[in-house]
């Protein structure tokens, strides 16, 4: 079992960068496969970013390529969303996510059993 939390979500003007993080506890974090997710008010949850167990393989909604960097610290049991160039179409809570069958980074949200609490993250215009 594994806990997620959230932070570094904020309020950002359009052009502006955040920086996610997704803290585990837990134990053998190095087993699953991490993903982010947002949902926006009114609209379905969507899969934004994965990455592998080992942090080698990643994987990117099409919006969010080039802007958006997934990254994981195993030493640290934790793995970073870095946004960049964000746009008003960017907020949404950002959730976090580990699968222990899906290792290789999922875009399916069936896919994962432990969720985080989310962040908040609002972008104006």
């Known amino acids: 079992q594994v806990q997620l939390v959230e932070s570094g979500g904020g309020l950002v003007q359009a052009g502006g960068s955040l920086r996610l993080s997704c803290l585990a506890s837990g134990r053998a974090f190095t087993t699953y496969g991490i993903g982010w997710f947002r949902q926006a008010p009114g609209k379905e949850r969507e899969f934004v970013a994965a990455?592998?167990?080992?942090?080698?393989?990643?994987n990117y909604r099409n919006s969010v390529k080039g802007r958006f960097t997934i990254s994981r610290d195993n030493a640290e049991n934790t793995v970073l969303l870095q946004i960049n160039s964000l746009n008003p179409e960017d907020t949404a809570v950002y959730y976090c996510?580990?699968?222990?069958?899906?290792?290789?980074?999922?875009?399916?949200?069936?896919?994962?059993?432990?969720w985080g609490q989310g962040t908040q993250v609002t972008v104006s215009s």
């Open positions: 996510a580990a699968s222990s069958s899906a290792t290789y980074g999922s875009p399916r949200s069936a896919s994962y059993t432990y």
């Open positions: 990455v592998d167990k080992t942090g080698g393989i990643t």
